[in-house]
């Protein structure tokens, strides 16, 4: 029996389980300009599932660093959310 796929899907599954709310914070504290820490959060990643021995690990950093790329869009999303009143605004924001 073969549980590789259901591994990596189990792992992607948390991965954007935990981006979601981190991304959410991330706005709130920090405000739009935490794209920056997910690019760069995006690019250590890729790194390092490139470097990466095994099939299984590269593929879940694999994950982790294109959850942390597409964070980047989100936040920027976040912030209308916030502009529109869905979610309060932070101490990341301007007054």
């Known amino acids: ?10 792992s992607t599954f948390l991965i954007i389980g935990i981006f979601h709310p981190l991304v959410i914070k991330a ?3 920090i405000g739009y300009k935490s794209w920056v820490l997910f690019a760069l959060a995006g690019v250590l990643f890729s790194v390092l599932s490139l470097l990466a021995d095994g099939i299984i690990l590269s593929t879940i950093l694999g994950v982790v660093a294109f959850s942390s ?11 209308e959310r916030v502009r529109k009143g869905w979610f309060p605004a932070g ?4 007054k």
């Not at 790329?69 to 912030?79: D, G, H, N, T």
């Not at 101490?91 to 301007?94: C, L």
């Open 1 to 10: 029996m073969n549980l590789t796929g259901l591994l990596v899907g189990l």
């Open 27 to 29: 706005e709130y504290y």
């Open 91 to 94: 101490p990341g924001h301007k």
């Open 69 to 79: 790329f597409w964070s980047i869009l989100e936040v920027y999303q976040q912030r």
